[in-house]
């Protein structure tokens, strides 16, 4: 627990705050920016939510709200919400991003101990289509006036890597997927998630800005995030909330690239054609649509997927996009944001009734999760589970924790790589190992010396 007197962790943070948080948010010149953000971040302690550039860095911490359970979701939002129903605001830019901005991470597991967590930064830098800003938060009072931060001293490498298997070796994995085939092919489910782990260990402390840097640098189509202990680059982004408008981008479906140009054209033509992989997508587009539906009053889900290009790998995506209604969906009325304008649902309690799609667990998904716990033979902790941050209205952006790792808080020279691979009846072991391989591929490369990813 902090010895930080303005913070707080567990329920009702805005009763154990001496005062109501305050925010000012003034507006900066963009040039006066580095050019990547993550050079502002500070060795230890920073968090992230960028993407081409355009995000939000932060550092310091006001407030962090712990929660463990099936209710660390609704816990989280409701502590956010008594918060900023106090808050005293001042925002001058009013964007996306601007004003009081909690970051967040949650488990995959509701059984998880990693839980989920909340956190309130002390300074925000942001930037999106050429506006920047910096908001500075407090309790009782923000004094003086906000001053723009300089870069950061260097990221430090990490030196040698050395790379162990996890939970399962690569043949304990295989028959893991081996045991998921025949389930489904029993008829007890349809498609499942398998999650692999592997156990890097440096020979340096780790600074978790190397890893950001290179992950930003070679996958700029990605989501790079630091928050709760977990960092990488997601390319999947389970839901963004603005304005009363929802997306959602859906994954699933994959083939490794090869590095040639026109071998990986030919790919992307045998994956947008493959059955076995045209099924697990669909599985996964169909869960995601029927949980968002209730909360929208319409929707719009493409017909077919389209081929998402990455250094390493090739997906087939689907970006399902809604209007949100005021209603609250599915009766969520917990999920509710008091004080915004348009009474839409928050983002974080959308998010946490789409977790987990199909794309990280599988359909039917209370029968994928009870698989995957018995078979997996390791806690995920916030692997898969929602990453990213939300603001005073609710409105706010939530990936997956994909192509990520789990900082040890224990050993600065640990941590835990994952990878996750859809396993329908079609599927193959060695095939979803060899997918495996190269889903590690972004960590991997983001902790070597030269930081470039393998095509």
Request: net charge negative; aromatic share 4%.
């Amino acid at each position: 627990m902090s010895t930080d007197p303005t913070a707080a962790v567990g329920a009702g943070p805005a009763r154990s705050l001496a005062g109501p948080l305050v925010s000012r948010t003034v507006a900066v010149d963009p040039g006066s920016l580095p050019a990547d953000l993550l050079d502002l971040l500070p060795a230890e302690g920073g968090l992230a939510w960028l993407r081409r550039g355009d995000g939000l860095v932060a550092w310091g911490e006001v407030l962090r709200v712990e929660t463990h359970g099936a209710e660390r979701f609704t816990e989280a939002d409701q502590a956010w919400q008594e918060v900023t129903a106090h808050a005293v605001v001042r925002d001058e830019v009013r964007q996306p991003g601007t004003g009081p901005v909690a970051f967040g991470s949650f488990a995959f597991s509701a059984g998880s101990p990693a839980g989920g967590s909340l956190v309130v930064p002390r300074t925000v830098v942001g930037r999106r289509a050429g506006t920047a800003w910096m908001t500075v938060l407090d309790v009782g009072a923000v004094t003086g006036s906000p001053t723009l931060p300089t870069a950061a001293t260097p990221a430090t490498s990490p030196g040698e890597v050395e790379m162990t298997d996890g939970a399962l070796d690569a043949a304990g994995w295989q028959q893991a997927v081996a045991r998921a085939i025949g389930e489904i092919r029993a008829g007890r489910l349809d498609k499942v998630v398998l999650a692999r782990d592997v156990v890097a260990r440096t020979s340096a402390p780790l600074d978790p800005r190397w890893v950001l840097h290179r992950l930003s640098a070679g996958y700029p189509s990605c989501w790079t995030f630091a928050v709760g202990g977990l960092l990488g680059a997601t390319p999947e982004l389970l839901l963004r909330s603005e304005k009363g408008l929802v997306t959602s981008r859906v994954l699933a479906g994959t083939i490794r690239r090869t590095g040639d140009d026109d071998a990986d054209l030919a790919r992307a033509a045998i994956l947008a054609h493959s059955s076995k992989d045209l099924e697990e997508h669909e599985y996964a587009v169909d869960s995601l649509s029927r949980t968002l539906g209730p909360f929208c009053s319409s929707t719009n889900v493409p017909e077919t997927p389209f081929v998402l290009h990455l250094p390493n790998v090739l997906h087939l995506a689907t970006d399902v996009t809604g209007v949100l209604s005021t209603s609250g969906g599915s009766g969520q009325s917990a999920g509710q944001t008091p004080g915004a304008p348009s009474g839409h649902p928050s983002s974080l309690s959308i998010a946490a009734a789409l977790h987990p799609t199909a794309a990280v667990a599988g359909t039917p998904t209370d029968q994928a999760c009870r698989l995957i716990e018995e078979i997996e033979g390791m806690d995920r902790g916030r692997y898969a589970g929602p990453v990213g941050w939300m603001g005073a209205d609710g409105d706010g952006e939530w990936g997956i924790g994909l192509r990520s790792a789990e900082l040890d808080p224990l050993d600065p020279h640990r941590l835990r790589l994952f990878a996750g691979c859809g396993v329908v009846a079609a599927s193959d072991p060695a095939a979803e190992l060899a997918e495996s391989e190269a889903k590690l591929e972004p960590m991997r490369h983001a902790l070597g010396d030269d930081g470039s990813p393998r095509a």
